[in-house]
Structure formats: structure tokens, C-alpha cells
């Protein structure tokens, strides 16, 4: 009888545990629901900046740091010299709208850079969210007259400089007062083609009866931005470049300009 109850607990241990086979498929399946409607909400959130047509006047209320955006226009998220920086940003967030004369100013200015700086790709970053109010990691770009542009950078010769395409992570990057970056000193911020690029600005603000209120850029590197030959040229026009920022503006400012518009 001992035999036959040994030989049965020996058979059993040898049947395969279903409920151990099973446990990994349903992990597995588990984690495909989860990116499945990760990427459902992902692709809803999206639909707005899909199905956007830019048309009519907008409305633009309150302050920078105070105020709502009516009818607003959506910035491409490519064009022929510019791309957006950051998809999530772009699609998720709803970071890139702007006043219908703020949209004519940053298009015509990339338009103008085609020719003084050819071959040049910019970095648009975060504008207004759709509706205007407060946005994540900004106290102003409430009411659709404020941008940012990521400074152009150069690694050598060659402009298709890594630092532009990290998105979000940006922020985390610092560049010393020579724009030079801290993660690769080679790699360097290109005044004469950020000067260029504020230029044309300033000359389609006025196309559009609007003018540059203030630019908000690390106060340490105002000199190299203006002994550069555009630089020189901005240093003549009535731009109010702000020339004391508290060192948390100033750390938030060495890899992109912050660009305040408003009506002539």
C-alpha cells in the first residue's frame, strides 16, 4: 500500500503545473492591453491638432502671465526649415498655438531665413496651449503672443547637433556663458545665425502690426550674441533684450530664447 502511495506522489510531481504555464501568457497579455490603450489615449489626445484648420481672426486676452487664447493657430509641426521639438509636447500637451499675427510673424520670419540662413534648421519650441492659461513648466505663454526657439547649435560644421533632438529633456542640458555645451564643449550655440533669426522676426512683426516686447535669454551670454555681424545690427534695432534675470530665469534660458510679442 506504501509502494502505490509513493508511486502515486511520484506521478503527481511529474504532471505539469497549468496554473505556472499560464501565469506568463497573461503577464504578456497584460502589458499589451496596457500599451494598447496607452496608445488609444495617446492617439485621442491627438485628434484635436489632426483635425486643426487655421482660419479667421484670433483673440488674444489678459496678460502673458495671465490670460486665455480665443480661436487660436496652430504652428506645423514641420516645415521647410523648422520642426518642432517635442511630439508629446506638440500632440499630448497642446503646447503650439499661437495669435493668428503671431503665426504670420514666425512663418515669414522662417521664410526669410531660407535666404539668410540657408541650409539652417531651427528648433520651435513650446507656444501657448489650445484655449490659452497656465502651462506646464512655464508662468507665462498664457494668451498666445509668447514663443520659444531653441538656440541653433553647431558641432563643427555639422548642424544636425543631438542636444535638438531630446525633446522634453532639454531642460536638463546647460551650456557655459560661450555657449558651449557642458555635455560636449565641440558642441556649441551658433550666435550669428540666432541673431539672423531674431532679425527677421523683428522685420515680420512689423508686417503684421506687431512688435518684439521683450527677449528673455541668459543675460551672460548677451555679448557674444552681439558682437557677431547680425548681432551688431540687432544691437541697433529697439528690442528690449532683458538684461537681469534671476539666476532660475537664467538657467532656463541658455539653450532657447523666449520671445514676447504684442500690437504695435
Request: charged share 20%; with cysteine.
Amino acid at each position: 500500500m506504501s509502494k502505490a502511495v509513493e508511486g502515486l506522489t511520484f506521478s503527481l510531481t511529474m504532471i505539469p503545473d497549468k496554473t505556472m504555464s499560464t501565469k506568463k501568457p497573461r503577464r504578456i497579455r497584460k502589458r499589451w492591453i496596457v500599451l494598447a490603450v496607452l496608445l488609444l489615449s495617446m492617439g485621442v489626445c491627438s485628434i484635436p491638432e489632426m483635425r486643426h484648420k487655421n482660419s479667421g481672426v484670433s483673440e488674444s486676452i489678459g496678460s502673458v502671465r495671465d490670460g486665455k487664447l480665443k480661436n487660436g493657430y496652430l504652428i506645423p509641426y514641420r516645415g521647410n526649415n523648422f520642426q518642432y521639438f517635442s511630439w508629446f509636447s506638440y500632440y499630448i500637451l497642446d503646447n503650439a498655438y499661437v495669435h493668428s499675427d503671431v503665426y504670420a510673424t514666425v512663418m515669414d520670419a522662417y521664410k526669410t531665413c531660407e535666404t539668410t540662413c540657408p541650409n539652417r534648421e531651427f528648433v520651435l519650441m513650446e507656444c501657448t496651449k489650445r484655449g490659452g492659461g497656465r502651462m506646464l513648466l512655464h508662468w507665462t505663454h498664457q494668451n498666445g503672443q509668447s514663443v520659444d526657439f531653441m538656440t541653433p547649435k553647431l558641432r563643427g560644421d555639422d548642424i544636425n547637433v543631438w542636444p535638438n533632438k531630446a525633446g522634453l529633456f532639454h531642460y536638463l542640458f546647460s551650456f557655459d556663458t560661450d555657449g558651449k555645451f557642458l555635455l560636449g564643449p565641440k558642441t556649441h550655440i551658433d550666435f550669428e545665425t540666432m541673431a539672423q533669426h531674431l532679425l527677421a522676426l523683428d522685420d515680420a512683426a512689423a508686417q503684421h502690426d506687431l512688435r518684439i516686447r521683450k527677449i528673455l535669454f541668459h543675460t551672460d551670454m548677451h555679448d557674444n550674441l552681439f558682437s557677431t555681424p547680425a548681432g551688431l545690427i540687432l544691437a541697433q534695432r529697439d528690442i528690449s533684450l532683458v538684461s537681469h534675470l534671476s539666476n532660475l530665469v537664467n538657467n532656463f534660458h541658455d539653450d532657447h530664447y523666449h520671445v514676447d510679442f504684442e500690437q504695435r
